[in-house]
Nanobody
């Protein structure tokens, strides 16, 4: 079992920045690919970013490329999502998720077995 706890969400103005954190416990953190998803009211849960177990590979949904950066610190069992130049369209609950380490890119929520409770990000003036 892996337990994930997100933090760092809040209210920010358009163009602002937030850094989300996801603290993991239970299984060995470095064995997992770590992803970020988001879900706005009335919409499907959307893939945002993933960092592979090795830390050597990352992938982002097109809408956040150049603005968001995913990173991980295995010594701290933590994955981060740095969000810059935030837009109103980024408003959602952001979830951290874990999948077994793999070299295969996975972008579907159903492919991740462990989830945090989510943290609200609201971008509004």
């Amino acid at each position: 079992q892996v337990q994930l706890v997100e933090s760092g969400g809040g209210l920010v103005q358009p163009g602002g920045s937030l850094r989300l954190s996801c603290a993991a416990s239970g299984r060995t953190f470095s064995n997992y690919n770590m992803g970020w998803f988001r879900q706005a009211p009335g919409k499907e849960r959307e893939f945002v970013a993933v960092i592979f177990w090795s830390g050597r590979t990352t992938h982002y949904v097109d809408s956040v490329k150049g603005r968001f950066t995913i990173s991980r610190d295995n010594a701290k069992n933590t994955v981060y999502l740095q969000m810059n130049s935030l837009k109103a369209e980024d408003t959602a609950v952001y979830y951290c998720a874990a999948a077994p380490g793999s070299l295969i890119l996975r972008t579907l929520a159903s492919e991740y077995g462990y989830w945090g409770q989510g943290t609200q990000v609201t971008v509004s003036s």
